[in-house]
Nanobody, 116 residues
Framework: QVQLVESGGGLVQAGGSLRLSCVAS????????MGWFRQAPGKEREFVAV????????HYADSVKGRFTISRDKAKNTMYLQMNSLKPEDTAVYYC?????????WGQGTQVTVSS
């Protein structure tokens, strides 16, 4: 069973930065994908960014491209989301996601609030 623990959320002013972390445990495979999703109040959960663990290749939602950077530290089994130039519309609960084959796992979420 894969466990995911996010951290790093908080309150920041517009234009500021935050870095989210997600530590994965309970898995042995090296062939999987991890990503970040977010859900704002009253809205559907949406894709933010994804990274292939083995190759490091990344993909971003258009709304965050150029502002957010996803990365991983293989030795620490940790994924990061560096968020710069934050906007009030980035306010949401951010969830860490792990996918291998047909199995998907989610973290508990971390709140990011951007004030104007």
């Amino acid at each position: 069973q894969v466990q995911l623990v996010e951290s790093g959320g908080g309150l920041v002013q517009a234009g500021g930065s935050l870095r989210l972390s997600c530590v994965a445990s309970g898995h042995t495979s090296s062939s999987y994908t991890m990503g970040w999703f977010r859900q704002a109040p009253g809205k559907e959960r949406e894709f933010v960014a994804v990274i292939r663990w083995s190759s490091g290749s990344t993909h971003y939602a258009d709304s965050v491209k150029g502002r957010f950077t996803i990365s991983r530290d293989k030795a620490k089994n940790t994924m990061y989301l560096q968020m710069n130039s934050l906007k009030p519309e980035d306010t949401a609960v951010y969830y860490c996601n792990y996918v291998k084959g047909f199995n998907a796992y989610w973290g508990q979420g971390t709140q990011v609030t951007v004030s104007s």
